[in-house]
């Protein structure tokens, strides 16, 4: 079974400029989250979904940063304009349904490098 | 907000030896704790869960306790090898349904 896919693995970008992360959560998985993970830290939770829905947004700095789910598969996360404080490892993790006992399947995730 | 604490320094234990990992929390207890395994360069992937009223759990090596009144958890790895060398998250959930919020990880190298 092919795990959570996420691309690019890397990115480096200048400041100002937008870019978007891609994830493919594991086939028949209904809820997508997505993490940033700072150096040395834990992962912390930007978005989830529902499907198509964003039920959890309330750590995404939506000045700047804007996520969807279409036909509740695939999901794109977008910074624009990205600047220096950015730069961390983006993950995407899915798992069968919303509820703490479903363990959560982390994709390889995308390191942003903002210069 | 909940506070997850992990020691940030590295342990470092001789293969064969017991690694205990401790992460402490601060205000509310729990319904779940959750440890993962991080390598470097890759995603964190699940090893246990463990409820509120469950005291300890075991999984072939791998064994995880939660005490609620120390609020505290600590997970071992018996007859620890090279290869268990990795970064180690708990994440702890409120309630169910609710989301994960991850400590800081603790690095454990096992030396040969």
């Known amino acids: 079974e092919a795990g959570v896919v996420q691309s690019p693995r890397y990115k480096i970008i200048e400041k100002k400029q937008p870019v978007a992360f891609w994830c493919n959560p594991i086939?028949?998985?209904?809820?997508l989250y997505w993490y940033r993970q700072n150096l040395g830290q834990g992962p912390e939770l930007l978005i989830r979904?529902?499907?198509?829905?964003?039920?959890?947004d309330s750590q995404l700095p939506k000045d700047r940063f804007s996520a969807e789910r279409l036909k509740g598969v695939d999901s794109t996360l977008k910074i624009q304009p990205a600047e220096l404080g950015d730069s961390a490892v983006y993950l995407c993790?899915?798992?069968?349904?919303?509820?703490?006992?479903?363990?959560?399947?982390f994709g390889p995730g995308t390191r942003l490098t903002v210069t | 907000s909940q506070k997850i604490e992990q020691n940030s320094e590295a342990l470092n234990i001789q293969e064969g030896k017991t690694a205990t990992l401790t992460c402490n929390y601060t205000?509310?207890?729990?319904?779940?704790l959750q440890w993962y395994r991080q390598d470097p360069g890759r995603g964190p992937v699940f090893l246990l869960l463990?409820?509120?009223?469950?005291k300890e759990k075991r999984k072939e090596r791998l064994k995880v306790t939660f005490d609620t009144t120390l609020k505290q958890s600590l997970f071992h790895i018996t007859a620890s090898q090279p290869a268990d060398s990795a970064t180690y998250l708990c994440?702890?959930?409120?309630?169910?349904?609710?989301?994960?919020?991850f400590g800081g990880g603790t690095r454990l190298m096992v030396k040969p």
């Open positions: 993790a899915s798992s069968l349904a919303t509820g703490s006992h479903y363990e959560q399947y």
């Open positions: 086939s028949g998985h209904n809820t």
């Open positions: 979904y529902e499907n198509e829905e964003a039920v959890d």
């Open positions: 205000n509310y207890s729990p319904a779940y």
């Open positions: 463990i409820r509120e009223n469950e």
């Open positions: 994440a702890l959930v409120k309630d169910a349904g609710n989301m994960l919020t």
